[in-house]
């Protein structure tokens, strides 16, 4: 599996995409066959004061793709709630392949 964390108007610091890294690794327990995961954490609305946390997970599977996005006012908040929408919905494909 293949990941890739991207950023936008900002630099990420070692803990954040530490903490993203390790939290896309366990979607592999879910799907065996997931070959890759782009993340992408942007400031929205960068022209006002108020600075919401955007995250968004692709997840690529052969024959299908999985896109998600939360915001909030921090990155951790944003991508824990993409993280587990998006273990939600490989959770439902792989039963429907299942059964």
């Known amino acids: 599996m293949n990941v890739n964390i991207q950023t ?3 630099v990420a610091d070692s803990k954040l995409t530490d903490y993203v890294a390790k ?3 366990k979607l592999q ?3 065996d066959k997931i070959i890759k ?6 400031l929205d609305n960068v022209v006002h004061t108020i600075k919401d946390k955007v995250a968004e997970i692709n997840v690529h599977i052969p024959k299908h ?3 998600v996005k ?3 006012k921090s990155f951790e908040e944003s991508f824990d709630n993409a993280i ?3 273990t939600n919905q490989v ?3 792989k039963e429907k392949i299942i059964d």
């Open 8 to 10: 936008v108007h900002f």
């Open 23 to 25: 939290k896309v690794e």
């Open 29 to 31: 327990t879910f799907h």
């Open 37 to 42: 995961v782009d993340v992408f954490l942007k």
């Open 65 to 67: 793709n999985f896109f």
């Open 70 to 72: 939360a915001s909030s």
């Open 84 to 86: 587990d929408s998006m």
């Open 91 to 93: 959770k439902k494909y």
